[in-house]
């Protein structure tokens, strides 16, 4: 109960410290600033500028990249709503044992149930390459963006702002 209570808080302090990292989308996809490194080393340091400057555009598309995974992936939808509902159901309503005909049903065998059925249908879903598929478009697609977006006129400043 705890967890509701203070969830208007965390998303609150959620708001505030990833939120606001957000840069304009204007900026994020400037495409007069796009240009093809030099060589590795300005590839390099465009990368580790455009990560840190970005880093809450590049939060932003990997979430929306894991919420196109699960939409693409409605066997896995179905899987983790099987067994995050069933956890919800078996806690809220049968925390104590029951008696159903001559058997007995206590909240261990239902959570046994519950495994039975969901861990093999979670295994069919795949969702190990799910992660990996989610990993790997990520990384190529920050990766990608980070070299091509030139740092802008800010990025000149941040040595002299680092050192005051």
């Given at each position: ?10 998303l ?67 899987a ?66 980070a ?18």
């Amino acid at each position: 109960m705890d967890l509701l209570t203070s969830a208007p808080e965390r998303l609150k302090s959620f708001r505030e410290t990833r939120l606001s990292a957000l840069r304009p989308f204007t900026e994020f996809f400037d495409h007069h600033r796009i240009s093809r490194p030099a060589d590795m080393n300005q590839a390099t340091s465009r990368i580790s500028y455009n990560t840190r400057y970005f880093s809450g555009n590049y939060g932003l598309v990997v979430a929306i990249l894991a919420v196109y995974a699960l939409i693409t992936n409605p066997l896995l939808l179905i899987a983790l709503g099987l067994l995050t509902g069933g956890f919800i159901v078996i806690n809220r309503w049968a925390p104590e044992p029951m008696q159903v005909g001559d058997h007995v049903v206590t909240q261990k065998s239902l959570y046994i149930g519950l495994f039975v059925i969901g861990l093999p249908l979670l295994w069919w879903a795949s969702p190990v390459s799910t992660f990996f598929w989610l990993v790997g478009s990520s990384v190529f697609l920050i990766l990608f963006h980070a070299a091509l977006l030139e740092p802008g006129v800010e990025s000149e400043y941040t040595s002299v702002q680092d050192s005051v």
